[in-house]
């Protein structure tokens, strides 16, 4: 599409542009959730810049690690693998958010169901980067509703559009996680049984890694593992199967922070 754009004198890469553009909103989204929620705005807003540091390092550095380690085990040779993976990213970022809550005082579940609302809503605009670059691109087909896209080397084929494909379910999470979020508030006020604390995370999870396996059918940079499934499919099964399992327990244990306990602050 547009891997680079002329501004003037300056060229800027289109997915650097819309990368930047994806943790702003993300992390705008976290922050009104965190503040609104109860939280300081000082300490929502520290919060919420260590978790897209720690997100980014994890993104681009662990990811990159991981590589070379395994180019290294596989052919003794140390050579820096530039790449970089929204596993190590969100494993990273997460791991943040919950240290940050932790120092003021904010009960986790219900602070990570504030953050993580926002982490789709970045990844939609995220693929929209990698449409214009030409990254996971999709498998060339024929089918009716392929479209004549690029892939990271410039070839126009005809494709799976498989990064559109996900840049729209990445907004169909955000919209239903707004909605249940909205619905289990509602059910608070009213002295019913709403979501519980935590609740909100373990559904991201497990949405997330049904998307991710069923746009691993179309990806033309999956890589298969046993039978027609790929190494990425077989993690994704498994962090579906423990955010339901988690759902479930947490449903039923429904430990919830009470609303009079709100505002939180420091």
Same mark, same amino acid.
């Given at each position: ?82 790449? /970089? ?170 430990? /919830? ?10």
């Amino acid at each position: 599409m547009h891997p680079t754009l002329q501004l003037g004198q300056w060229t800027l890469s289109s997915y650097t542009l819309l990368y930047g553009l994806a943790l702003l909103a993300a992390g705008a989204v976290s922050f009104a959730r965190l503040y609104r929620g109860g939280m300081d705005a000082a300490a929502a807003g520290w919060t919420v810049l260590f978790t897209i540091w720690a997100g980014f390092a994890g993104a681009m550095g662990l990811f990159a690690l991981i590589g070379t380690l395994l180019n290294w085990i596989g052919s003794g040779v140390w050579a820096w693998q530039r790449s /970089n993976g929204y596993g190590p990213g969100l494993a990273c970022g997460v791991g943040m958010a919950l240290l940050c809550l932790r120092r003021y005082r904010v009960p986790l579940g219900y602070g990570m169901d504030r953050i993580i609302v926002g982490i789709p809503l970045g990844q939609a605009i995220g693929r929209v980067g990698c449409l214009m670059a030409g990254c996971c691109a999709g498998q060339i087909s024929d089918s009716w509703w392929a479209l004549t896209l690029p892939d990271r080397n410039g070839a126009w084929l005809s494709r799976y559009p498989a990064r559109i494909m996900a840049g729209v379910a990445n907004l169909a999470i955000f919209g239903t996680l707004l909605l249940v979020d909205r619905w289990s508030q509602r059910q608070r006020r009213a002295g019913r049984r709403g979501l519980f604390d935590g609740g909100i995370l373990w559904a991201y999870l497990g949405l997330y890694a049904l998307k991710r396996f069923c746009t691993d059918f179309v990806r033309a940079d999956a890589q298969h593992a046993w039978g027609s499934l790929s190494v990425m499919q077989y993690a994704m099964a498994g962090v579906f199967v423990v955010a339901a399992a988690a759902l479930v327990v947490g449903q039923k244990r429904q430990t /919830n922070t009470p609303l009079a306990a709100r505002p939180l602050q420091d």
